[in-house]
């Protein structure tokens, strides 16, 4: 058979002979070279080595990874000893020694044989050992190049920084160590880009080997993601066995076996009950609340639940969520903004919550045009309001930041007086950005003029009357720690008891602080706790309420009405102790 193929391939490409299994070939690094590319890109050869990883299934990669044996190995670090050969011929196996003939091709970066012209199976062989990932670690440039396709192993553990695409493409982003916003602890500028930069450069991605989208199935965890088993940023992965692979210019790696979960950012508990004389104040971005009309239609709405299923599903995660802290306040962002009648979104909402709940009706220039406002909900039976509420108005909070909604408080049975200011700084999205609002290169994103306007407004606002109240500024402010606006806010005088406080939110594998609670030197001392609930961010995004890109079951396998994911913000808590 293998002479009558030999033959054939003479016959179709003159010059080529596959051989026999074991005849002279082209090593493997002859046509991987030591460069980014392939010196024999567009060459016919026939190469031999062992089958580590088939990825040639019906939702698989259209190929298999094919290694040099030990023997036809060389000597330079330089070469990588493997190649992708992209072919659905079903001749040979994972463990197997293949001999392939097809041309060389650069696909996206990634060195492969492709059309391929024959594959011959030469029978059982060892695996070659894994390569230490690490002496390939920053992965970037011919460091990297040299491992391409290669059997791989991790002899650290790997950190999970990110899970938004674990269920739609099976990606997961990994680290050596977690990654933090770089102005949550660098000044704004050529610092905070440097390493933003060197960041980029110790990731890759954990992938699954498939080229589906939305699995039924979603990997890790082994034995597949759920409600009640997640995998949540922070995590370590134990990488015993893979194939690093480079696929739509990024470095991947493609597991033969399932990574070893280790301990590592477990799901914590909710923060404790306060002591007697002492009350809690919870900032929480409730990921756009909107309940259509509130009689169970009107959806889709402008932002949130696209049906009454998603909203039902949104409104029991919120309410486990705000229950299981325990508050006596609520300071609330991202709430639609549909009057005050009872079947507003944060009416429908405070009626669910446990204990007897109110809300303070916007004042006077509230709540804002905006499809979005801030809101403050409180425990009748705990604590009241002590006359009537104030907003901002005017620069910044016409168009841009939310108008803040401001109101001050005292326990019922006597107490400290003090004063709540609920915020939602303009966002970081460059859309509509123009003049001063635009990016400006330091890592601060779009809109940071307005939200530094924002927090001079407020600011001057708030020092004009009640100075001696205890003051907090609490809400979604939309800059990170060592950025303009929070300390404009720093320097009025407002602080967070906590440096750098823990983060409330992830973004494209780095954490950081969005969400605050920031009391003044008049409440300073009053403070007895202060903590983040992580609830949300390190979450997968796939156990929200959201129902779109999930294959039939998927949805209700991954869903249940508790706290996990019921945004993508983690609530905020600061204990004050208000009586003695």
């Not at 002492?278 to 259509?292: A, H, I, K, M, W």
């Not at 804002?368 to 907003?391: F, H, K, M, S, W």
Request: charged share 25%.
């Amino acid at each position: 058979m293998a002479n009558r193929t030999s033959l054939l391939l003479l016959l179709l490409f003159p010059g080529v002979v596959a051989g026999q299994c074991g005849d002279p070939a082209t090593p493997i690094s002859a046509v991987q070279g030591d460069d980014w590319t392939s010196p024999m890109a567009g060459d016919t050869v026939t190469v031999e080595g062992i089958v580590t990883l088939d990825a040639r299934g019906k939702t698989g990669l259209g190929g298999f990874y094919l290694q040099s044996g030990e023997s036809g190995a060389d000597d330079d670090p330089a070469t990588s000893e493997a190649v992708f050969v992209y072919t659905r011929d079903s001749q040979s196996g994972t463990g197997r020694r293949a001999r392939v003939t097809g041309v060389v091709k650069e696909y996206e970066g990634l060195t492969e044989l492709s059309p391929v012209h024959d594959v011959t199976d030469c029978g059982p062989a060892t695996l070659p050992a894994p390569e230490s990932l690490m002496t390939a670690w920053p992965l970037s440039g011919r460091n990297a190049e040299r491992l391409e396709g290669m059997r791989v192993g991790s002899d650290s553990p790997l950190t999970v920084i990110d899970t938004y695409q674990l269920a739609r493409f099976g990606t997961v982003t990994l680290a050596l160590a977690p990654q933090y916003q770089p102005t949550r602890t660098r000044s704004p500028g050529p610092a905070a880009l440097e390493l933003k930069a060197r960041q980029s450069k110790h990731r890759l991605l954990l992938d699954d080997a498939r080229a589906v989208q939305n699995p039924v199935m979603v990997h890790p965890p082994e034995a597949g993601l759920s409600a009640d088993r997640t995998l949540r940023a922070g995590m370590r992965l134990g990488i015993e066995s893979a194939v690093l692979d480079y696929r739509y210019d990024e470095w991947r790696l493609q597991p033969m076996q399932p990574p070893r979960a280790l301990a590592g950012n477990e799901r914590p508990k909710p923060p404790g009950p306060t002591e007697p004389g002492v009350y809690r104040l919870v900032s929480f971005n409730l990921g756009n609340l909107f309940n259509g009309d509130g009689q169970g239609s009107g959806f889709p709405t402008e932002r949130g639940a696209d049906t009454a299923r998603e909203w039902q599903r949104q409104r029991a995660k919120l309410v486990a969520a705000i229950d299981r802290l325990d508050a006596d306040l609520l300071v609330l962002s991202e709430v639609e903004n549909d009057g005050a009648g009872r079947h507003a979104a944060l009416a429908e909402l405070v009626r669910l919550l446990d204990g007897d709940w109110r809300w303070v009706l916007p004042g006077r220039g509230g709540p804002g045009t905006d499809a979005i406002r801030v809101a403050l909900a409180y425990r009748a039976d705990r604590i009241r309001t002590v006359g009537e509420p104030e907003t901002v108005t005017g620069g910044p909070f016409d168009a841009l930041s939310r108008v803040p909604l401001i109101q001050r408080f005292r326990p019922v049975d006597s107490g400290q007086l003090f004063r709540v200011a609920a915020n939602h700084f303009k966002s970081r999205r460059c859309q509509g950005a123009t003049g001063t609002n635009r990016a400006a290169g330091d890592g601060q994103g779009c809109y940071s003029a307005a939200r530094m306007a924002s927090a001079k407004q407020l600011a001057s606002a708030l020092s004009s009357s009640d100075r001696a109240v205890p003051t907090v500024i609490g809400g979604d402010l939309n800059s990170y720690v060592r950025e303009d606006p929070i300390r404009t806010l720093q320097a009025a005088g407002y602080g967070v008891p906590v440096n750098p406080p823990p983060p409330t939110y992830r973004y494209r594998g780095r954490a950081g602080t969005l969400d605050y609670l920031m009391i003044d030197q008049a409440g300073h001392s009053r403070v007895d706790d202060y903590g983040v609930w992580a609830i949300n961010a390190n979450e997968p995004r796939a156990l929200d309420y959201n129902l779109e890109y999930h294959p039939k079951g998927r949805a209700e396998r991954l869903f249940e009405p508790g706290p996990w994911r019921s945004s993508d913000h983690d609530p905020v808590y600061l204990d004050l102790r208000l009586r003695p």
